[in-house]
């Protein structure tokens, strides 16, 4: 069965460092994959997607993903981290069949001064 | 272009009533995804829609749960009968396409169920 595991439930960072989101998920073929943002009381907002081609994928808001088959991974990155950063992010997996995304629990991001 | 609108985006029932959240595809969209979030967890597939067709319910709830998206108008989702465990954030989210097209989603309606 599919299955996406986001393993950090909540994390913190200063404003201005970097940052890393943890993303894995469980599929027999190769995964669509998404990157979710999510605002406190507002929808979800598309950060980056990966479907084929280059592993390292660039998104919005200077937000980046590499795509690991070998790990099963699909980890988010950004280099330097700002405050209005701070929501929950969502990995989530597109399958094939079915028309359904699986998604993550998500993780917490707080960004403290 | 406007996004994918949700509303109401606050709902509040007495346990028993009924429960409809309307949803409005992107322009040019022709396939509605409904999604459940309970609070503290992700977001949990619910059904996809199509223009008068349901196409996939397997996440919907055998009973008291029903949606449609009629040739004309927007995608509903109802709920009969609330129960206070429906509490729940609901968000639609549309595509383009089929498979795995990006799927953008509405605000979503925050059901409390009293």
């Known amino acids: 069965a599919q299955s996406v595991t986001q393993p950090d439930i909540h994390i913190t960072v200063s404003e201005g460092a970097s940052l890393e989101l943890r993303c894995n998920y469980s599929?027999?073929?190769?995964?669509?994959l998404f990157w979710y943002v999510q605002s406190p009381g507002q929808g979800l907002q598309l950060l980056l997607k990966y479907f084929s081609g280059d592993t390292l994928v660039q998104g919005i808001k200077g937000f980046e993903a590499e795509f690991k088959r070998s790990q099963s991974s699909f980890n988010l990155r950004k280099p330097s981290v700002h405050w209005s950063d701070a929501a929950e992010y969502f990995c989530?997996?597109?399958?094939?069949?079915?028309?359904?995304?699986?998604f993550g629990t998500g993780t917490s991001l707080t960004v403290i001064p | 272009n406007a996004g994918v609108m949700q509303n109401p985006r606050h709902l509040v029932r007495r346990r028993g009533q009924e429960a409809r959240l309307r949803c409005s595809p992107m322009k040019g969209h022709s396939h509605v995804y409904w999604y459940r979030q309970l609070p503290e967890e992700g977001l949990k597939f619910m059904v996809y829609?199509?223009?008068?067709?349901?196409?996939?319910e397997s996440g919907m709830p055998k009973e008291r749960f029903s949606a449609e998206f009629p040739k004309e108008g927007p995608s509903i989702l109802r709920i009969q009968q609330v129960v206070r465990g429906d509490s729940a954030a609901y968000f639609c989210?549309?595509?383009?396409?089929?498979?795995?097209?990006?799927?953008?989603f509405g605000p979503g309606t925050r059901l409390t169920v009293l």
């Open positions: 989210a549309s595509s383009i396409g089929f498979g795995t097209d990006t799927q953008y």
């Open positions: 829609l199509q223009k008068e067709n349901i196409i996939d």
């Open positions: 599929y027999g073929a190769t995964p669509y």
């Open positions: 989530a997996v597109g399958v094939n069949t079915g028309n359904q995304f699986y």
